[in-house]
């Protein structure tokens, strides 16, 4: 099992990855990545081309729901971002979900 920090640290890179992405130009939306064996949520907002207002909460916190959603386990994230597994197999398999606009998830798809 990863850390919270090891992956906050993960999902900034990715997101960063996306946001500097041109087909990011002009999005605003809310972030965020729940991580079932820490018990965790991390939060953020893409914008202006960043992330921006990472943090850490409890994933049962009374927080709004963020535009778009991931939830996984933290071995899963840092396989992810360190290549060894595949986004799309991973959703695939149920290993990660997404849950997103139909608008966001085509966006989404363009960054990558």
Do not use: Y
Request: aromatic share 2%; with cysteine; proline share 3%.
């Amino acid at each position: 099992m990863a850390t919270i920090e090891q992956c906050t640290k993960a999902l900034e890179g990715i997101l960063g990855d996306l946001a500097s992405s041109p087909a990011a130009k002009g999005m605003d939306r809310t972030l965020s990545c729940r991580l079932t064996d820490l018990g965790q949520v991390v939060r953020g907002r893409l914008a202006e081309g960043e992330i921006k207002d990472v943090e850490v909460v409890p994933h049962d916190a009374a927080v709004e729901p963020a535009n778009i959603r991931l939830t996984m386990s933290s071995d899963d994230l840092l396989a992810m971002t360190d290549g060894d597994l595949e986004f799309a197999k991973a959703w695939a398999t149920g290993r990660v979900k997404l849950e997103a606009s139909l608008k966001d998830m085509f966006k989404l798809r363009s960054m990558l």
